[in-house]
């Protein structure tokens, strides 16, 4: 038999590629979202030629949408105890909620009746533009999208929630298979693999599917209609970015070995919390995770902080996070759900944050 060399290589990605156009990662973005709608999935074009128009942004007026502008009542009121839908109120501007989407064509905040100027001082300092983090804070994650399993923007509310996960699987590259796969209909933001490699699979701006409390059949009619409610106060996906790290969760003790859900035995570290066995996580996965939700807060604004009753604990009542800002874990929102799990060191991650700057 012939002996054979094995030759890897790799040929650069659409990203790549824009990237040694001198293009900002903001220009990438839109030139890849360009090239999506133009052609179709990028990670599917053949090798060619194409081409699209990428506008150039004038520098203006800030534009709102009137999301934008009931997130700013809520949580400069917020900063004094205060309640954002009486402030909205004395502005006269609860129609808004009724076209969250739709571009704010109100008046200026200097002009809106019914607030004092300190009001109105708080509510601008929180609309105005924030500066993006220079490109050297930009973590190192690698594109992997995109998927059909998502909405195409944020239904008009900004990003105030960084949601924490664990996949329940066990590498990087199935958790983002699956992701793309159709019929999961399941996404997230990111993906932390074992090693701390990080993957992005949804971009930032738009909704994934990895928080959403829809109706499940094993509940029954009432508590699918709290839940439903729940969700709407909450609207968890479009307010969040999801971190999915690569974990098995919780495990199963059986004659002094362990098991993950699917039935397969697990060989690595194991500990113990909460009266359960659990896969712990990796030195790499929370350098990562600190890396990542660090940059995030700063880019979008994200208050470092946890919820009232802890990050991984069931807020049984949703108006606590109806306007929350901030981290938490997916169990903090859903009761059906554990992860990140009481395995999950969540002194850690603020402490990290905190140092982070």
């Not at 709608?37 to 520098?59: C, R, S, T």
């Amino acid at each position: 038999m012939k002996e054979t060399k094995r030759i890897s290589f790799s040929i650069p990605t659409a990203h790549e590629r824009l990237a040694a156009f001198g293009l900002t990662e903001e220009e990438i973005e839109r030139s890849l979202d360009l090239v999506e709608q133009k052609y179709g999935p990028v990670d599917e074009l053949v090798p060619g030629e194409y081409a699209i128009e990428l506008p150039i942004e004038e520098p203006g007026a800030p534009v709102y949408t009137n999301q934008d502008v009931i997130s700013s009542f809520y949580a400069a009121a917020r900063q004094v105890g205060a309640d954002g839908w009486s402030w909205l109120s004395r502005a006269g501007l609860t129609g808004l909620v009724a076209d969250r989407q739709g571009e704010y064509r109100g008046p200026a905040i200097d002009d809106l009746p019914g607030l004092t100027a300190g009001e109105k001082a708080r509510i601008q300092a929180i609309l105005a533009p924030t500066a993006a983090p220079p490109a050297e804070a930009v973590p190192s994650f690698t594109w992997v999208g995109p998927t059909g399993n998502h909405d195409s923007g944020r239904f008009g509310h900004q990003i105030e929630m960084i949601v924490i996960h664990f996949t329940a699987s066990g590498s990087g590259t199935g958790t983002v298979s699956w992701f793309k796969n159709p019929q999961s209909k399941v996404s997230a933001h990111y993906v932390i693999d074992r090693d701390g490699r990080m993957f992005q699979v949804v971009k930032d701006g738009n909704n994934a599917w990895h928080a959403g409390l829809s109706s499940r059949p094993a509940l029954g009619l009432e508590a699918n209609r709290l839940r439903l409610e729940r969700g709407d106060l909450i609207r968890p996906n479009p307010r969040a970015i999801g971190i999915e790290i690569v974990n098995w969760g919780p495990l199963e003790k059986r004659d002094n070995k362990y098991y993950n859900w699917t039935g397969k035995e697990h060989l690595g570290q194991v500990v113990e919390a909460g009266g359960q066995y659990w896969e712990p996580y990796t030195e790499s996965q929370y350098d990562s995770l600190i890396e990542l939700v660090s940059y995030l807060c700063k880019r979008y604004g994200v208050t470092i902080r946890y919820p009232p009753q802890g990050a991984g604990v069931y807020h049984e009542r949703p108006q606590d996070l109806a306007d929350f800002s901030g981290i938490l874990g997916h169990s903090a929102i859903d009761n059906t759900k554990s992860d990140p799990g009481p395995h999950f060191d969540w002194d850690r991650l603020m402490a990290g944050l905190r140092s982070a700057g």
